[in-house]
Each structure stands twice: as C-alpha cells, then as structure tokens.
C-alpha cells in the first residue's frame, strides 16, 4: 500500500469499500446489495469530510477490485461487470455533491469572513468618531475656559503661565483625536490602485467551485487592464455575491453566467469602468428588480440565503462612488452593471479604444 | 439690541461659549437644542446663530433646515465636535451642504470664534426690509 492512500484514504475506509463491493458483487439478497449501495455513498460522503481527493477515490476502487479477484479468482467478468459499477457510481455521486456542499461552504465562509471584518472595521471607525466628537467638546470647555481665565490673572504671572500650559496640552490631544480618527478611517477604508481584470480573474476562479457543474461562468474582458480605486476585498466581495446570487437564480437547466469589463465614458463624464454579471437564469419581474437591493429582501427559501448579499453589493459600489443597475425580464436573465470611477494610469490614458471587440452592437460602449 | 443665539446641548461648552461671546460685547441667549431655539426666534430676531449640530430633541441639521424653510436670512455659524468620518452622523460638512457659511470645528480658540462671529456678520444680508 503507498503512503499516500495511507495518509488520505484512511485505512477502514479502504477495507469498507472493499468489504462493500464484494457484498453488492456476491449478494444473493437485492436488500443486502441495496445496503451496500447506501454504504457506498455514505464511504463518499466520508471520503470528503477526510479530504480525500477524487483521484483517490478511482484508486480505492482499483485497489478493492484486485482484493476482489484475488479472494473470488474464478468469479466471470461477464457476470459481475454491472455489480462492480453500480457501489462506484454511487460512492462518486455522493462524493461530488458533498463535495460541492464543502466548496460552497468554503466560498461562502471566506464572503463572510470578509463581510464580518469590514463590519467590524466599521464598528472601529463609528466608535472612534463618537469618541471624537465627545472629546473635543470636552477639550472645547478646558480649552474655552482657559483663555476666559486669563483675562481674570495678571498678565505675565505665574497663573497666566499654567493657563498657557492648559492650552498646550489641550493642542496636543486635539492633534490626537486628529490622527486616531484619520487612523481609524485608514484601517476602515484603505483604498488603493487596483487593477480590475486580473483581481477579478483570480475571484472567478474561487467563485466557480462554487457553482453547479452545469453552469459556465465566462469571463470576457474587453480590456486587458482597467485601475480603479478600491480595496481588493471589496472588489472580490462584489464579484463573489453577484456571481453567487446569479447562481442561485439559474435553478434547474444548465446554464451560464458572464462576467465582462470594458471602459466607459458617458458623453461630458468621467470615464468609468463598467462591471456586468449577466446570467440566463430566471430573471425576475419588476417588483423583484425594484427591492433587489433592500437588506435582507430574498427570493430564495429560507436558510438559503440572508438577502444580504445585493445589499451589501449596493453598499459597497456606493462607498466606491459608482453605480449599480439591473435589467431583468422574467425567463430571461438578469445582468447586473456596475460603474466605477476609472483611474487613468500614467502612460495608459488612451485606453478607451478597447483592443478587442466582438460583442455585438447592442453592447458596445456608447459612443464618446 | 438683538442677541446672539446659541445652541448647545452640552452645559459646561454652552456656558463657556456664551461667556466668551458676552466678553467679544454681544448679548447672548443661550438654549439647549433645536427645538428652544425655534421657539425664542418666534419671539425675538436674533442678530446671529451660533449652533452645534449634534444634540438631542432636535439636531443642528433640522433646525438649520426648518429656518431655511421658513426663508432664513439671520447669518449661522456652525460648530461641531464631529468630523468627516465613515459613520452617518450629521457634521459641519452636512451643515455647509445646508448653506451654512461659516464652520467652526470644536475645540476652537477664541480668536477663531472672533474671526467667525465676524465673518457671518459680514455675509449677513440686510437684516431690515428683506422677510
């Protein structure tokens, strides 16, 4: 047996199957070959929750067939080909989707995390401002009644000298709050030049363990590279909560979701960058798109989702200072389009003229 | 003579405040939020405001709003010890937004409320004729 079995498949999980495949193989009994199809995918599920990876599960297979032939040499191909297949498949069936339940897990854990830490950022700059406020209204009155108290002291006495003390000191704890608050919206808010394309490939490929098999997700910039000014974890938890809520809404059918960046300028505007979600799923009337953004407004069964997800979206673009819009018709689609201030880049203003173009005419930038 | 408005929640600032203005030569009222203040400029006219926005019963930014409403034109200063900063809360920004000229951030010397006192009262538009 080589180490890597031994570390990942544990060693019962192996003997399992192969106890389980040579029950489904040899049963007389179609209850003892059902119990054994049910073990299989519960060794799945298993197999995952060890991290087993898949290719493993193949190997474990191959390792229980050749236990098998070596116990039962005399047992036909012919006869059991079918019975070895079947505990496979349904160890593999188990496997994938609880293996996609841990990816979406995963993906949703680390979109809170985030959510969870930019509240709590947050919560640090809203204290830190209240605590501002209250201390210069105190240091306001030691300072205030300090300079009415000189009037009252002789000049040049020791007094007047304290009061010049006072006010001193009162300085340096005004400079203070200055910087913890300016701090404190640092730490909040730290926005910096990044570059959209290439964060937004690399979000993609978290978001797609996360979606169903059956749904492409497409990414088709037509630019190879567009600055704007954000925090890359805000950009990451826009990409993310879109791309999942376009997941949900494509429900049975296969499908696909695109995600496309091109630069825009709005005749007599600031040029922008403009980010679409687009996907075919089952769009949503009017009265959806209208509440689409309010906290905790969801379409989807409970426990399925907070309805957090566009709001915080919306919050988001808006602390980014663009834009966010949807367009959705019942049975076909929505997308999702978000503007952002772009930055232009030395030596890369003249980008407006995207290198490539295939989109349809429909879709092209307006005309500038 | 009219007086000078002020509006403050906070006691020992408000009091200060209003010292410091009586010794600049004015004569001052002085009241603790938006609500007082609207109901003494329903008695008298007073020659200025000076306001903080952040109090209870009634803040600076709906008082502001409430005078504008009715055609304002006795001259605002604004005083806060709230700054831009990432939380809603209303501050001297929010009251500029409201066109209110003249900002004093909290905690200020008296000589810049010298320097504000005078410069709301040149902007002033003529008290007399004009609503």
Redesign the interface.
């Known amino acids: 047996m080589n180490d890597s079995t031994d570390s990942n498949a544990p060693q019962d999980l192996s003997d399992r199957y192969a106890e389980l495949l040579q029950c489904a193989v040899l049963a007389k009994d179609p209850l003892a070959s059902e119990a054994a199809l049910a073990e299989a995918a519960d060794l799945g599920r298993r197999l995952v929750a060890h991290e087993v990876p898949l290719e493993e599960v193949g190997e474990l297979h191959h390792e229980a067939l050749i236990r098998l032939a070596s116990a039962h040499p005399d047992l036909p191909l012919s006869q059991i080909a079918g019975l070895i297949t079947a505990p496979l498949m349904e160890a593999y069936m188990a496997y994938s989707l609880a293996l996609r339940e841990q990816l979406e897990r995963r993906a949703e854990a680390i979109v809170n995390a985030r959510l969870e830490q930019s509240r709590r950022l ?1 919560a640090i ?2 204290l ?3 605590i ?6 105190i ?7 300090s ?2 108290l000189s ?1 009252e002291l002789p000049p040049a006495s020791a007094g007047q000298q304290h009061l010049e003390f006072i006010q001193q000191a ?1 300085f340096r704890a ?1 400079d203070l709050i ?1 910087r913890m ?1 300016t701090f ?2 640092e730490m ?2 730290d926005p910096t030049e990044i570059e959209l394309v290439a964060l937004i490939r690399e979000t993609l490929d978290l978001v797609r363990v996360s979606l169903p098999h059956d749904v492409q997700l497409d990414f088709e910039p037509l630019v190879s590279e567009a600055w704007v000014l954000a925090e890359p974890s805000q950009i990451q938890q826009i990409v993310m909560n879109l791309c999942i809520n376009a997941g949900a809404a494509i429900s049975s059918t296969p499908g696909r979701i695109q995600v496309g960046v091109r630069l825009h300028t709005p005749a007599g505007l600031a040029p922008l960058v403009r980010l679409t979600v687009e996907d075919d799923g089952e769009g949503m009337n009017q009265e959806v798109q209208e509440r689409v953004f309010d906290p905790f407004f969801t379409t989807k069964e409970p426990g399925k989702g907070s309805g957090l997800g566009l709001s915080v979206v919306h919050g988001l673009v808006g602390k980014l200072r663009g834009s966010i819009s949807v367009s959705s018709e019942p049975g076909s689609g929505t997308r999702f389009t978000i503007d952002l201030p772009r930055l232009q880049q030395e030596g890369k203003a003249s980008e407006d003229a995207p290198p490539i173009r295939h989109t349809p005419p429909s879709q092209q930038e307006t005309p500038e | 003579m009219s007086k000078i408005l002020i509006v403050d929640d906070d006691e020992i600032f408000r009091t200060m405040m209003a010292e410091m203005v009586r010794r600049e030569g004015y004569e001052i009222e002085a009241v603790s939020n938006g609500q007082e203040a609207l109901e003494y400029i329903q008695r008298e006219r007073p020659l200025l405001i000076i306001t903080d926005i952040l109090m209870p019963e009634m803040d600076g930014i709906e008082f502001i709003m409430k005078l504008n409403q009715d055609g304002n034109n006795i001259p605002i200063i604004a005083v806060s010890g709230g700054r831009r900063s990432i939380s809603l809360e209303f501050n001297l920004e929010s009251a500029a937004l409201m066109g209110v000229q003249t900002t004093l951030p909290k905690p200020f010397t008296r000589e810049a409320l010298r320097a504000a006192i005078d410069q709301a009262l040149e902007h002033s538009p003529p008290s007399s004729g004009l609503r």
């Open positions: 947050e700059g809203t830190a401002a209240g501002a406020h209250d201390f210069n209204n240091l306001g009155a030691i300072l205030g009644f300079e009415l009037d009162s005004r200055a608050l404190a919206r909040a808010d």
